[in-house]
């Protein structure tokens, strides 16, 4: 597979929706992850990410504009040991209470399909990393329709081992604006990783589409010792 960089991922395309970046710092020593959330309508528009324990969730910007709180409301990180579950809907506590009783991350996620938003079908997209005294995986996941049928839901998950300094992958919800919108196609994109967190953060930020983006979080853990940082940047201020 040809690696690509984020910013050109990013900037050319106006509407990825909800994504998911997972890799390994240029250096090798930090896990890495990111996770944007975009809108289109006003209800969408009007969330912020911010922390709650040692993940986040979305809030409503202005409570009183708030339309439906289904599907755009959620917890999209929590963390379960030394596991750190990121994904763009409520299937976060799904895949958490699940793992917590012993389930894998493939096998939770089964109890799961895409989202009922029809006519888009939007993906479920999930991550998950494992940080374990100097050893590092992650995963990933898409949960959608088969090609806009809502009958079927097509699974995939990809897993990572070993993951290399410098490369990532890039998932995202949609592949461009568009009405229905489309689904995410293919396997997960080879990006690089560069730069520390606050670099990183600020590249994929900027690179987002001005108008539809809303929220970014970014979240760097050593893979030693299992400690992190965290950015969030909310366009609503």
């Known amino acids: 597979m040809q690696i690509t960089t984020l910013e050109k991922e990013l900037s050319g395309c106006s509407y990825p929706g909800r994504g998911i970046v997972i890799g390994r710092s240029a250096d090798g020593t930090k896990a890495v992850t990111a ?30 504009k708030l339309e439906d709180p289904s599907l755009i409301i959620y917890a999209p990180v929590r963390v379960l040991g030394k596991k750190t579950i990121v ?9 958490y209470d699940l793992m917590s009783t012993g389930k894998t991350f493939e096998e939770s996620l089964r109890t799961r399909e895409f989202e009922p938003d029809a006519p888009n079908f939007t993906p479920r ?4 990393m494992t940080v374990d005294n ?20 097509d699974r995939f998950t990809f897993t990572y081992d070993a993951p290399i300094a410098g490369e990532g992958h890039f ?14 196609e293919g396997e997960p994109v ?21 108008d539809n983006k809303v929220s970014l979080f970014v979240r760097f853990i050593d893979i030693k010792t299992g400690e992190y940082e965290t950015r969030i940047i909310n366009k609503n201020k």
């Open 35 to 64: 996770y944007f959330i975009m809108g289109r309508s006003a209800n969408s528009r009007n969330r912020v990410f911010v922390e709650d324990k040692e993940g986040i969730r979305t809030e409503a910007f202005d409570p009183s």
């Open 87 to 95: 994904t763009n809907g409520d299937q976060t506590d799904t895949v």
């Open 125 to 128: 997209i999930s991550g998950l």
């Open 134 to 153: 100097g050893e590092y995986d992650y995963a990933m996941s898409i949960l959608k329709s088969h090609n806009g049928n809502p009958n079927q839901c």
């Open 171 to 184: 998932i995202h919800t949609y592949m461009n604006d568009g009405s229905p919108l489309p689904s995410f």
């Open 190 to 210: 080879l990006v690089r990783i560069e730069g520390n967190i606050d670099t990183f953060t600020n590249m994929v930020w900027e690179n987002l589409n001005e």
